[in-house]
C-alpha cells in the first residue's frame, strides 16, 4: 500500500515585514493558531529570517519592495496581504508599488498597517504618507483593514542600553499622557483581519487601555525589574543632534521630531476600542507589558 502524498496547499496569506517588530509577533500569532503564511523577506541570510523560517507552516520568499518582480512573484496566489514597510523616505513609493501590484495580481485584501491619527493634511509626514497609501488601497477598489495603533510599548527597547546602564530614558515628550499599545495586540487585530471575516473595510484606532505619561511609565518598568528606572525629558534640539550622530538618514530624523511633538501635543492621549471590537478581547496594560519584558531589561 502506498500512501498518498497531498502536498500541502500553498499560503493564501502574504506578510511583508515579517522579519520587524510587528511582523514577528504576527509571524508568530499566525503559527499558534496554526495558519500557513508566505512571508517576504529581502535578507535571506538574517538571524530573523531564520528565525522565521524555522516556524511551522512558514513559507519564506525573497524580495524587496524595490523589486517589483519579486513582489509579482509573492503576491502570486494570495488571498489577504499584510503589508508594512518602515517609515523611510521611500516608504510611499514602496508600498504604493505594493498596492498597484496586489491590484493587478487580482489580491482580494489588504490589511495595511498604518498609524494612529493618519490624515494627509498632518504636519507629522509618518501620518501623511500613511494616508495617501490607504487612500490609494480605497481608489484601487480592495477591500482594506486599515491597522492605525498608537505609540508601541515595544518602542522602550531601543533604550534598553541606556536604561540597563543609567536607569533612564529620554524623548522630548514632556507630561504628555499617550494611549500606548503591546504590539502584540497590533498582533493579534492583525491575524483577525488576516484569518476571519467581519474586517472588510474596517479602519481600527488601536491603542492600550489607559494614556499614561512617560514618567508613568518609567515608575510602572522600575518596579518589573527592580532597579530605579526614570523619564528624562530633552528638548527636541538634543534628540536632533542624538539623530545626527547615531547616522540616522534626515528625512526619519525630522519625521520622528514631528512625530514626538505630536505627542507632546497631547494628540494621542484617547483610549480607542479598536483592539475589543476586531478580536473581542482587552488590550494588554503596561503592567502586562513590563512585566512580560522586565527580562529584556535586566
Ligand atoms: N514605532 C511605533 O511606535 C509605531 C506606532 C504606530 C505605527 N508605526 C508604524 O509601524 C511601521 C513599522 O513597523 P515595525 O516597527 O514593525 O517595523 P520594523 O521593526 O522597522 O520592521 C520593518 C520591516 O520591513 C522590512 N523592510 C524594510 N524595507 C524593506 C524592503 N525594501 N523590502 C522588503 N522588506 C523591507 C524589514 O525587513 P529587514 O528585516 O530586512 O530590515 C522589516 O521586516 C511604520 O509604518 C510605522 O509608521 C510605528
Redesign the pocket.
Known sequence: MHSLQVPPSAPTILL?????????ALAQTLAERGIAFRA????PG?P??QRLAAIAGAEVVP?????PASLQRALTGIERAFL?????E??EA?QLRFVELARQAGVPHLVK????AADAASPVR?LRY?ATVEQAIRAAGLTFTFL?????M??LLAFKGSIQAQGQFFAPIGEARIS??D?RDIAAVAAAALTEPGHENQTYNLTGPAALTHAEMAAHLAAAVGYPVTFVDVAPAALRGYLAEAGFPEWQAEGLLEDYAHYHRGEAAVVAAGVQQATGQPPRDFVAFARDYAPAFR
Not at 511583508?16 to 514577528?24: L, S
Not at 524580495?63 to 523589486?67: C, I, N, S, Y
Not at 498597517?113 to 494612529?116: D, I, R, T, V, Y
Not at 492605525?148 to 508601541?152: A, G, K, T
Open positions: 511583508t515585514g515579517a522579519t520587524g517588530t510587528v511582523g514577528q517576504l523577506v529581502r535578507q538574517a530573523a529570517t524580495g524587496d519592495f524595490d523589486d508594512l514597510t518602515n517609515s523611510t521611500q516608504a514602496q498597517l498604518s498609524q494612529w509618518f500613511h492605525r495603533p498608537n505609540l508601541f515595544q518602542g500606548v499599545i504590539v
